[in-house]
Nanobody, 125 residues
Framework: VQLQASGEASCRLGGSLRLSCALTGSIFRVNAVAWYRQAPPKERELVAKIDSGTMLLSGSTHYADSVKGRFTISRDNAQNTVYLQMNGLKPEDTAVYYC???????????????WGKGTQVTVSS
């Protein structure tokens, strides 16, 4: 299993960016998906998450207070791709963003956490 995130991105204050993360490999089921970020010297923090859903209902979403109303996480189940739409960007959003997915590779596999390589996002004032 590999998580292939989009490349480095930058914009000015108030701008918008969209990150994507393609999930490839032997995937039986994608459970929860999430985006984290880390801006040294801070610790890695959860930005947004979609919990696993059911056949009929999409999973619930969760956002860090600092990005609520500005960021939107979404997933394309057919393409096994996760997106993070970021609007109203601020310099304090500058960080390395990491894609995360909890994936089962068989019907008997509870699932394992996988991480993509980080993507540098820079917002200038």
């Amino acid at each position: 299993v590999q998580l292939q995130a989009s490349g480095e991105a930058s914009c000015r204050l108030g701008g918008s960016l969209r990150l994507s993360c393609a999930l490839t490999g032997s995937i039986f089921r994608v459970n929860a998906v999430a985006w984290y970020r880390q801006a040294p010297p801070k610790e890695r923090e959860l930005v947004a998450k979609i919990d696993s859903g059911t056949m009929l209902l999409s999973g619930s979403t969760h956002y860090a207070d600092s990005v609520k109303g500005r960021f939107t996480i979404s997933r394309d189940n057919a393409q096994n791709t996760v997106y993070l739409q970021m609007n109203g960007l601020k310099p304090e959003d500058t960080a390395v963003y990491y894609c995360n997915a909890h994936i089962s590779t068989s019907p008997y596999d509870y699932g394992v956490n996988y991480w993509g390589k980080g993507t540098q996002v820079t917002v200038s004032s």
